[in-house]
């Protein structure tokens, strides 16, 4: 199974902009039934599952998101991306995610590397 690049930055896209102004739930739906998200790797837990991964997203609820797409790579069904994530105008992290997508373009493995490094306070 492959995509074009542009169709999995099209898939990336529309889960930023679903972190951006979806709910939890709304995100979530964008993952297989049995995806995995580790967000920040080597950070904590694997969140397993569409409810578990719904249970991660509801930490930003009631936050004012935006997202923009900086840097796009993409390989057969995989893409790596950096992305900025301003959360109530004073606080924006840069992190790199890769992620997985199945048939269906729906995420079946996300990892996000960043840590305090790659925080800046506005």
Same mark, same amino acid.
């Given at each position: ?5 542009? @169709?999995?930055? *099209?898939?990336v896209?529309?889960?930023?902009? #679903?972190v951006?102004? *979806?709910?939890?739930?709304d !995100?979530?739906?964008?993952y #297989?039934?049995?995806a995995?998200?580790?967000?920040? @790797? *080597? &950070? %904590?837990? !694997?969140?397993? &599952?569409r ?7 509801? &930490?930003?609820?009631?936050?004012e998101?935006?997202t923009? +797409? +900086?840097?796009?790579?993409a390989? *057969?069904h995989?893409?790596?991306? @950096?992305?900025?994530i301003? !959360?109530? %105008? ?7 995610? @890769?992620? #997985?997508?199945? &048939?269906?373009?729906?995420v ?7 840590g ?7």
């Open positions: 199974m492959s995509f074009e690049p542009d @169709v999995l930055q *099209g898939f896209q529309r889960y930023l902009d #679903t951006a102004s *979806g709910t939890a739930a !995100v979530a739906a964008l #297989t039934e049995d995995t998200l580790e967000d920040p @790797v *080597g &950070g %904590g837990e !694997v969140h397993i &599952g409810q578990a991964i719904a249970g991660f997203y509801k &930490g930003m609820a009631g936050n998101i935006k923009e +797409l +900086l840097t796009f790579r390989g *057969g995989e893409a790596a991306f @950096v992305f900025a301003t !959360v109530n %105008g004073a606080m924006r992290i840069e992190p790199i995610e @890769v992620m #997985t997508f199945d &048939g269906d373009g729906q079946t493995s996300m990892k996000a590397y960043w305090p490094q790659n925080i800046t306070q506005l």
